[in-house]
C-alpha cells in the first residue's frame, strides 16, 4: 500500500498533553492519528461524541435552533408547562 503523509498543526500545550495521555496508553500521535483514521474509514463515521459547551451534539444544536426558529414563527401557545413538554417530546 502506498503511504501518504498527514501534517497536523496546534497549540503546544494540547499536543503536550496530548502525548503524553498517549504515551501512559503505549502510543505515539503518528499511531493515535493512524486508529483514527482506521476508525473512520471502518464506520464511515466519527468516533469521538462531537459535543458543545452546551452538552449537545452539533447535529442537535441545528435542530434546536430549528425548532426555536419554528416556534417562534408559530401562533400556538400552551396553557401549562407540561402542555409545552409534552409538545416538545413528540
Known amino acids: 500500500m502506498r503511504m501518504t503523509q498527514l501534517q497536523v498543526r496546534m497549540d503546544a500545550k494540547t499536543k503536550k498533553d496530548a502525548q503524553k495521555v498517549l504515551a501512559d496508553l503505549g502510543l505515539d500521535a503518528s499511531a493515535a492519528v ?36 419554528g416556534a417562534k414563527n408559530s401562533a400556538q401557545s400552551f396553557r401549562t408547562a407540561e402542555e409545552v413538554l409534552a409538545d416538545a417530546l413528540q
Open 34 to 69: 493512524k486508529v483514527l483514521f482506521k476508525q473512520i474509514a471502518r464506520t464511515k463515521s466519527f468516533p469521538i461524541d462531537m459535543r458543545g459547551q452546551n452538552g449537545f451534539t452539533p447535529q442537535k444544536a441545528h435542530e434546536m435552533r430549528n425548532g426555536v426558529a
